[in-house]
């Protein structure tokens, strides 16, 4: 009975796992995350690996999270820089992908002044910041 328990929790957690990454690769594809960032830089003839970094990036972080590895480890500390960095330009594109698609900047832009618009980037950029040093750099902050 206890080896059928097993088989069942790793067919679950299997399936769970790829219908998540299966959404989560339609809603990148969706907003053309890859390829607007391609266009924006000029490169490209290079979006085969921007595709493959990007899944190597979520093959690395779902194989950090099974072996629970400890990104406190003092040996591990670029690579956590490399990988904060990554993952904050990821958040923006998809945030500024999302707005765009749903055409909230030329709205917004037109309601509010320039240098407002300034400030509200500002805002949310600091806020970010503010929230992953937290998270990262406050023992327990996580546990709230």
């Known amino acids: 009975m206890t080896a059928l328990r097993y088989v069942v929790c790793v067919a679950v957690g299997l399936g769970s796992g790829l219908i998540s990454a299966g959404g989560t690769a339609a809603f990148i594809v969706m907003l053309g995350i890859v390829q607007r960032a391609a266009d924006k830089t000029g490169t490209k003839e290079r979006v085969k690996l921007y595709e493959c970094a990007l899944g190597l990036g979520g093959l690395a972080g779902g194989c950090a999270v099974f072996w629970m590895i400890n990104p406190r480890s003092p040996w591990l500390a670029p690579a956590v820089a490399v990988f904060a960095l990554g993952a904050g330009v990821f958040t923006g594109c998809m945030a500024a992908s999302l707005a765009e698609v749903l055409k909230v900047i030329p709205i917004f832009t037109r309601r509010a002044k320039t240098?407002?618009?300034?400030?509200?980037?500002?805002?949310?950029?600091?806020?970010?910041m503010i929230g992953a040093l937290a998270y990262y750099l406050i023992p327990g902050f996580y546990e709230f």
């Open 115 to 128: 240098e407002a618009l300034f400030w509200f980037v500002l805002a949310l950029a600091l806020g970010k």
